[in-house]
């Protein structure tokens, strides 16, 4: 009678703990969806009150893409949700097994899914993230022409030969010269890449009035941009031209797959007081931050792509293949030589327009810049936790103030170092005297003949005229050594 008593006691206590027990497991709700349309992809976002397991598949004929949640259900009104530039012609959901939440995408063209679950963080809840990217498409809307990307690539195979030459101890005269003739001289544009901070799901930093980092410095790339397609000579690529994210490795992706001669990050800074005011300009540190400030600032930027769930470090180790051993070290010295100097030339033009936060260009290790062959700077245009900056960040006349003083600083080098194929040297080269010991290239001009028509060896033809190949344009004016 003890035994049994004691068993009935045991379940009597243990009911109650059994009904409490399901509240540990207790169903999640998809309280919002967001979307976030880009050119190559779109972006769904579940926020959720519990995190929920989920299972992604495609289906064809329709094209479907089948997103199955357990022990979920829909919190949210899917009719609300914004289809505009996306793959989705139709969102739908029902009820799977009693309590699972089916939501079906009903596809424009067919898509590749990948999705993914992020953890609460100090913005937004537990979340499904769930990508559809699309096959073939290019992340900006005109891609560079396809005749440039080729003179970019033989002239880098040229130049990469010259170097391996250099790395082996071998004479580069040794490299088999190129003995096509010379080709018209293709005025190539000196492509800039514009790259607007955040974006999407990532707002960037928020002013105590409530602007978005993302907004006005989308803004101001827009601004930038427009600015870069006006000048002769130039043209901007965006890394994103809406309100979507583009992590932080596909920003540098984007730019070496658009040939760009430039990269420029535009930012809006932030503290946790409101004191801080003023313009920065960032360069990548080999050894790291300059300063606590310029290494909270790298953290909290690298950082940004765990809201969009990429690991936020970046290696180098992808560029091996092209860039290897002493060659990529020389190219990056080259490199972050040409960010100092037109960080200090965008620096000193910014100085006009607003006060600086740093009297010098800054380095850190920002993904953003860590690109081995593009010059490359963030800027910094204000701390948005500023109030008065803030309501300047928001003032369209200084936006445009601050773009053209960058602007300003990257032209101004270019115009003065410009890129050998580019429109800028071949305007140059124009205008330099061809009288006495200079030649103007003609149409169908080796350098191997013009080098024995002034009876001067081929080296010595390259070496007085800083060339690392034989690679020649029509209009370029050669200086020649007097023997």
């Known amino acids: 009678m003890r035994k049994g008593s004691l068993r009935s006691r045991l379940l009597g206590w243990l009911s109650p703990l059994a009904l409490l027990a399901p509240g540990a497991a207790e169903a999640a709700s998809v309280d919002n969806l967001r979307l976030w349309a ?51 012609r139709e969102v739908r959901s029902g009820i799977r097994d009693g309590d699972d939440l089916r939501v079906v995408l009903e ?33 900006v809307e005109d891609p560079i022409d396809p005749i440039e990307s080729m003179i970019r690539e033989q002239e880098i195979a040229a130049e990469r030969a010259q170097a391996e030459a250099v790395a082996e101890g071998r004479d580069p005269a040794s490299v088999a010269p190129v003995l096509e003739p010379a080709q018209p001289h293709p005025k190539r544009d000196i492509i800039v890449a514009v790259d607007a901070g955040h974006g999407g799901e990532d ?41 979507y994210y583009v992590g932080l490795r596909q920003r540098t992706r ?34 790291g931050a300059t300063s606590e400030t310029a290494q909270w600032l790298a953290a909290t930027e690298n950082n940004a792509d765990l809201i969009g769930g990429v690991d936020g470090n970046l290696s180098l180790d992808d560029k091996d293949e092209v860039l290897r051993g002493v060659l990529l070290d020389l190219t990056m010295t080259a490199t972050l030589n040409d960010s100092l100097t037109i960080g200090g030339q965008v620096l000193d033009r910014l100085g006009r327009v607003n006060e600086l936060h740093k009297s010098r260009v800054e380095q850190a290790g920002f993904v953003v810049l860590k690109s081995p062959d593009i010059p490359s700077l963030l800027v910094e ?4 936790s500023n109030p008065d900056e803030e309501r300047r960040l928001r003032d369209g006349g200084y936006q445009q103030r601050m773009v053209e003083a960058v602007f300003g600083g990257i032209r101004a080098h270019f115009q003065r170092n410009p890129p050998p194929a580019s429109l800028l040297a071949w305007q140059r080269d124009q205008g330099r005297d061809t009288a006495g010991n200079e030649y103007r290239i003609q149409p169908g001009d080796t350098l191997s003949e013009i080098a024995a028509r002034h009876e001067v060896p081929v080296a010595q033809l390259r070496q007085a005229n800083e060339l690392d190949g034989d690679v020649i344009r029509v209009g370029q004016v050669l200086r020649i050594p007097q023997s």
């Open 38 to 88: 880009a050119p190559d992809h779109a972006r769904l976002v579940f926020d959720l009150s519990a995190p929920a397991e989920a299972e992604v598949f495609a289906l064809d004929d329709p094209r479907r893409l089948v997103i199955d949640l357990r022990d979920s259900r829909l919190n949210a009104d899917l009719s609300r949700l914004d289809l505009e530039g996306s793959a989705i």
């Open 107 to 139: 596809l424009s063209r067919a898509i590749e899914p990948r999705h993914f679950t992020l953890a609460p963080n100090e913005q937004y809840g537990h979340r499904l993230v769930v990508d559809l990217e699309y096959p073939g498409e290019s992340a």
């Open 203 to 243: 707002p960037g930093a928020m002013g105590p009035s409530g602007t978005r980092e993302k907004d006005v410095v989308l803004e101001m790339a827009d601004r930038l941009a427009r600015l870069i397609n006006a000048a002769e000579g130039f043209r901007a690529v965006m890394i994103r031209d809406g309100d």
């Open 254 to 287: 984007i730019a070496r797959e658009q040939k760009a001669d430039f990269f420029v990050s535009i930012h809006a800074d932030a503290f946790n007081s409101p004191r801080p005011h003023g313009s920065s300009v960032y360069a990548l540190s080999q050894r």
């Open 381 to 384: 245009t204000g701390f948005i």
